[in-house]
Nanobody, 123 residues
């Protein structure tokens, strides 16, 4: 069974950091572009960051600027999202997703979605 599983979410204070993980099972992430999305209650899903499969080119939404860093470890078959300087605006369920290429992510042609992990930023 092919699936993505996110982990690393939780409760963190404003200004804190979290590192989310996205692990694949049943297939290799090596040849996929990977993206992180989030969805807050009552809001539309938001694309945050993506990383390419060939040259590891990384892209970020303006809303996360240089606070978030996406990396991949093909040996671990996983992708990570380091999130720093968190604010209450970052509270959401975070999802990872795969596509054949970054262009497919931008066209919403997602092949696999994870089930999401909750991130809550609160004092």
């Amino acid at each position: 069974q092919k699936q993505l599983v996110e982990s690393g979410g939780g409760l963190v204070q404003p200004g804190g950091s979290l590192r989310l993980s996205c692990a694949a099972s049943g297939f290799s992430l090596e040849h996929y572009a990977i993206a992180w999305f989030r969805q807050a209650p009552g809001k539309a899903r938001e694309g945050l960051s993506c990383i390419g499969s060939t040259d590891n080119s990384a892209y970020y939404a303006a809303s996360v600027g240089n606070r978030f860093t996406i990396t991949r470890d093909n040996a671990k078959n996983a992708v990570f999202l380091q999130m720093d300087s968190l604010t209450s605006e970052d509270t959401a369920v975070y999802f990872c997703a795969t596509a054949s290429a970054i262009s497919d992510i931008r066209n919403n042609e997602i092949e696999y979605w994870g089930q999401g992990t909750q991130v809550t930023v609160s004092a």
